[in-house]
T-cell receptor, first 115, second 114 residues
Framework: DTGVSQDPRHKITKRGQNVTFRCDPI?????LYWYRQTLGQGPEFLTY????????KSRLLSDRFSAERPKGSFSTLEIQRTEQGDSAMYLC?????????????FGQGTRLTVV | EDKVVQSPLSLVVHEGDTVTLNCSYE??????LLWYKQEKKAPTFLFML????IEKKSGRLSSILDKKELFSILNITATQTGDSAIYLC??????????????FGGGTRLMVKP
């Protein structure tokens, strides 16, 4: 499968625990995005990487959220001290810089449930 | 702040019907409008529109953009049960530090009954 891959697909955690999600983009894509989607809503942009550089992170929801892409390939999204309001689908997408119009390919998402 | 509004919120039709989904937007430095289909998992790309008045077509689906009136429509003819999904509209703007960041609408939930 050469699409965007996310792991795990589902995560149940207790409030206060830390969680980390992984995204493997399409191999030749240098741009990587994280989005959050809550029930009944469209995806909401969180952060963006071009290669290993995190160029936009002001829309991360709080300082409990952080993301890395250390070698410009896979990325991780970490949520510290999870709260019930963090329960959502976390989607990763990737694109080529040459996709000027914005076409991005999404992974299957990680569904987080905080109990 | 960029904004995308989709209507209707939900729609129930019977197989064979034709549906029109609407998307209006407000965005600074518009680059493109995209339609995605989401069936309980990853949004899958349908169309990208950058120019007014040029229809994009793929099988029974088609879409057109009006940059003057700031809206787009997605048409599905001869609907099938497999068309049941959430249809998402998104816009991309020219922002030097956010790549191809997309602003999404809330989606239209389409249910096609046999």
């Amino acid at each position: 499968d050469t699409g965007v891959s996310q792991d795990p697909r589902h995560k149940i955690t207790k409030r206060g625990q830390n969680v980390t999600f992984r995204c493997d983009p399409i191999s030749e894509h240098n741009r990587l995005y994280w989005y959050r989607q809550t029930l009944g809503q469209g995806p909401e942009f969180l952060t963006y990487f071009q290669n290993e550089a995190q160029l936009e992170k002001s829309r991360l929801l709080s300082d409990r959220f952080s993301a890395e892409r250390p070698k410009g390939s896979f990325s991780t999204l970490e949520i510290q001290r999870t709260e019930q309001g963090d329960s959502a689908m976390y989607l990763c997408a990737s694109s080529l810089r040459s996709n000027v119009g914005g076409e991005a390919f999404f992974g299957q998402g990680t569904r987080l449930t905080v109990v | 702040e960029d904004k995308v509004v989709q209507s209707p919120l939900s729609l129930v039709v019977h197989e064979g019907d034709t549906v029109t989904l609407n998307c209006s937007y407000e965005v600074t430095n518009f680059r493109s409008l995209l339609w995605y289909k989401q069936e309980k998992k990853a949004p899958t790309f349908l169309f990208m529109l950058t120019s007014s008045g040029i229809e994009k077509k793929s099988g029974r689906l088609s879409s057109i953009l009006d940059k003057k009136e700031l809206f787009s429509i997605l048409n599905i003819t001869a609907t099938q049960t497999g068309d049941s999904a959430i249809y998402l509209c998104a816009v991309s703007a020219f922002e030097s530090n956010a790549g191809n960041m997309l602003t999404f609408g809330g989606g239209t939930r389409l249910m096609v009954k046999p």
